[in-house]
Structures are given as C-alpha cells and as structure tokens.
C-alpha cells in the first residue's frame, strides 16, 4: 500500500534502469514493487511498510459496518433471474434497481470513511519529507480539524466518489449487455460464462476509472503542510479539477497504476537502440 501510494504522488528516490519492452526498443523502467519495499525497509526498517496502516483498517471497518447498515436500512427486493432476450427489458430494469442500490451504499460508506482514508494518506506520505506531523488517529483529527476546519476531512472525496459511481454502472452494465447479447442461453457453459463476465468487466473498467483514484490521493496530502503536498515537490492545486488537468497535461493520470513493470515518463526513443 505505501509503496503504491509513494509512487503515485510520484516519489522516486531510486534509479531507473534500462531495459527493453516487447518489440526489443530500450526503455527506461523505474524500480518495481519488491524493489522499493526494500528501499522503505532500509530507510524505515519494516515498520515503515506499514504507515498509516492503523487509520486504513479503521476505515475499511467504517466502511464495511456503514455499508452492512445501509443494507438493513434499505433493503433491495429480490427479483427472479432473468437472462433470455425477450426479457430484455425486465431484465435491465433489474440491473438498474440493483446498480441503484449498491451505489447508494457505496456512496454512503465511502463519505463515513473518508475522514480516516485522508488521515492514512497523509501518514504515508510523511515518508517523503521524514516528518511526524500525524503521528497518531486522534491527534490527527485534532490537527486537520484545527488547520482545516470539518472539510479537511474530506478533500479529494468527490473524485472518489465519481470514480466509485462510474465504475459502478460501467461494469453492470457492461456486464449485462455482454451476458445478454453475447452469451447465447443454448451454451452449455453460459451459466459459468455470465459468473465471471463482471469479474472480467471489473479489471477493465477499474484501469478506466484509475484517474479518479489517483487524484482523490493526491488531492488529500495536497498543500496539507507535508513537503509532498507543496511547492516545489508538487503544486498546490486549487481543485480536484485542477489537479486532474495538470496530471493530464504531464500524461500522468495513471501513474502509479502498476506496481512491476513501470515505465519512467521518457519516451523510449530518446535512448539509443543497439
């Protein structure tokens, strides 16, 4: 998790090193995942792999314990299956109902757990600047709450919560349509098919809405009084909008989204080819 985040708010304290991608032109790769884990564990010893780990699990429990009371709240009627094409209708109506109400949750929860989120990531990313500014849960309420007021507590929640929603009915329906058109009811292994079409849908449509995530991070830890979230390390962005079209304009809107095989932002063709 530490490592993943200190990537995408771009902390590269470890050389690239050349290598060559599929078609054999050299390229340069910065250090993968078990590389700069051993970095964090030379300069922090092995508890520093686990920065802001505590606010993390406090919010992965918010959000489980919001979601599971939402559910009560609002209970979803089941519906019966429906697959075949002349149900078509019938059927997307279902998806929507269904798509409705786990957004709903997902929203819900994800405002309840966000204050904590925020904490972790400005943990984390102390690494950088060796600081110790959050040193603890509720010293760290204290601190944002004095500094920033209650919305401290929720910077970079909106493009989480877009992020949340357009994968949300991007991979239902997606998955729908594909089930619906795709799969013909008379394959004997449909059934199996349609378990692993939203899985499949998930993976691809969570690279799209990657974007979202990252500058939801960033936007965090950004002009917090950490030396990585201020100039010069990073510019203080005025809004998410903000951070979104400066990330664009470096053609970084997806950094840190792999963890091996990262490509340092040179092009492969200002380096010699043998």
Request: hydrophobic letters at 45%; proline letters at 5%; glycine letters at 8%.
């Given at each position: 998790?530490?490592?993943?985040?200190l990537?995408?708010?771009?902390?590269?304290?470890?050389?690239?090193?050349?290598?060559?991608?599929?078609?054999?032109?050299?390229?340069?790769?910065?250090?993968?995942?078990?590389?700069?884990?051993?970095?964090?564990?030379?300069?922090?010893?092995k508890?520093?792999l686990?920065?802001?780990?505590?606010?993390?699990?406090?919010?992965?429990t918010?959000?489980?314990?919001?979601?599971?009371?939402?559910?009560?709240?609002?209970?979803?009627?089941?519906m019966?299956?429906?697959?075949?094409?002349?149900?078509?209708?019938?059927?997307?109506?279902?998806v929507v109902?269904?798509?409705?109400h786990?957004m709903?949750?997902?929203?819900?929860?994800?405002?309840?757990s966000?204050?904590?989120?925020?904490i972790s990531?400005?943990c984390?990313?102390?690494f950088?600047?060796r600081?110790?500014?959050?040193?603890?849960?509720?010293?760290?309420?204290?601190?944002?709450?004095?500094?920033e007021?209650?919305?401290?507590?929720?910077?970079?929640l909106?493009?989480?919560?877009?992020?949340?929603?357009?994968?949300?009915w991007?991979?239902?329906?997606?998955?729908?349509?594909?089930?619906?058109?795709?799969?013909?009811?008379?394959?004997?292994?449909?059934?199996?098919?349609r378990s692993?079409?939203?899985?499949?849908?998930g993976?691809?449509?969570?690279?799209?809405?990657y974007p979202?995530?990252?500058?939801?991070?960033?936007?965090?830890?950004?002009?917090?009084?950490l030396?990585?979230?201020?100039?010069?390390?990073?510019?203080?962005?005025a809004?998410?909008?903000?951070?979104w079209?400066?990330?664009?304009?470096?053609?970084?809107?997806?950094?840190g989204?792999?963890l091996?095989?990262?490509r340092?932002?040179?092009?492969?063709?200002?380096?010699?080819?043998?």
């Amino acid at each position: 998790l530490l490592t993943r985040f200190l990537s995408q708010v771009g902390h590269e304290p470890l050389p690239p090193t050349i290598g060559r991608n599929v078609l054999g032109r050299k390229v340069l790769y910065l250090p993968g995942f078990f590389t700069y884990a051993r970095h964090i564990v030379e300069v922090d010893g092995k508890r520093g792999l686990f920065r802001g780990l505590t606010p993390r699990l406090i919010s992965s429990t918010l959000s489980t314990i919001t979601r599971g009371s939402v559910k009560k709240a609002f209970p979803l009627e089941d519906m019966e299956h429906v697959s075949n094409k002349d149900d078509v209708k019938t059927s997307l109506r279902k998806v929507v109902r269904e798509t409705s109400h786990e957004m709903m949750m997902q929203c819900v929860s994800r405002l309840v757990s966000h204050p904590l989120h925020v904490i972790s990531m400005r943990c984390m990313v102390q690494f950088i600047g060796r600081e110790v500014k959050y040193s603890g849960v509720f010293s760290a309420i204290g601190r944002i709450f004095k500094e920033e007021g209650i919305l401290g507590f929720f910077v970079g929640l909106v493009p989480h919560i877009l992020g949340d929603v357009i994968f949300l009915w991007c991979c239902n329906l997606l998955a729908h349509f594909i089930n619906t058109y795709a799969v013909d009811d008379n394959f004997s292994q449909a059934s199996v098919i349609r378990s692993y079409t939203k899985f499949v849908m998930g993976i691809a449509v969570s690279m799209l809405t990657y974007p979202f995530l990252l500058v939801g991070d960033l936007m965090a830890v950004n002009n917090c009084g950490l030396r990585a979230g201020l100039p010069p390390y990073a510019p203080a962005f005025a809004s998410w909008i903000h951070c979104w079209r400066y990330l664009s304009a470096q053609g970084q809107l997806f950094r840190g989204s792999s963890l091996l095989f990262r490509r340092a932002p040179i092009p492969a063709a200002s380096f010699p080819i043998d």
